[in-house]
């Protein structure tokens, strides 16, 4: 099985790990969104977006997942570079409906989670009793 971090350097990395692998699939989506984008290319935007957990190598077999399921195609094109041509992926109007529908899902449970999390107040004193 492919890892989908590199290595984890303590607790909020691992938080943070946990959370990217709920939404790495529609994080992928967006950026497929804004331009076709080849693997590596995935990589160097999630770090610009401070997501630098995130390896090449668990981004290619979720690519081809996404694929299978129809929300992504590719096709090959020369690179800019000179060298072998580059697999690009590029939304299929499923895949942007499915990057739509979790959008709003994302939303949704982002601000319902923050509502909890965000939640003020003094801090509950331990009453010096038996926990029932």
Known sequence: MHRMTKELSGVGDQRRSQLLRGVLDLCLLALIAERPRYGYEFVEALRESGLELVSEGSIYPLLARM????????????????????????????GQAELSRGRAVWREFATQAGRILDRTGRPIEPTGGTTP
Do not use: F, I
């Open 67 to 94: 694929e299978r399921a129809g929300l992504v195609e590719s096709y090959r094109a020369p690179s800019s570079s000179g060298g072998a041509p580059r697999k690009y992926y590029r939304l299929t109007g499923a």
